[in-house]
């Protein structure tokens, strides 16, 4: 099942180069890591109307999973 977004795509702002947003620990398909809520904008991709700078509007960052 595909969840819609909560911003439109056109309020997306443009990702780093190799796709890496600035609160992604790495990029994404990295192995060990995985999608988590933004915690600068809970997952809604705005602060103050504006996209967030954090995720660049998805509301998704990538984390880092388990441990060694």
């Known amino acids: ?16 180069p190799g796709g890496q947003k600035p609160g ?14 933004c915690p600068d904008c809970q997952g809604s991709g705005q602060i103050n109307e504006k996209p967030c700078e954090t995720c660049k509007g998805t509301g998704v960052v990538t984390k880092g999973i388990g441990g060694a």
């Open 1 to 16: 099942m595909t969840v819609p977004s909560s911003s439109p795509p056109e309020a997306e702002l443009p990702q780093e």
């Open 24 to 37: 992604d620990d790495a990029p994404a398909g990295t192995p060990g890591t995985g999608d988590d809520i």
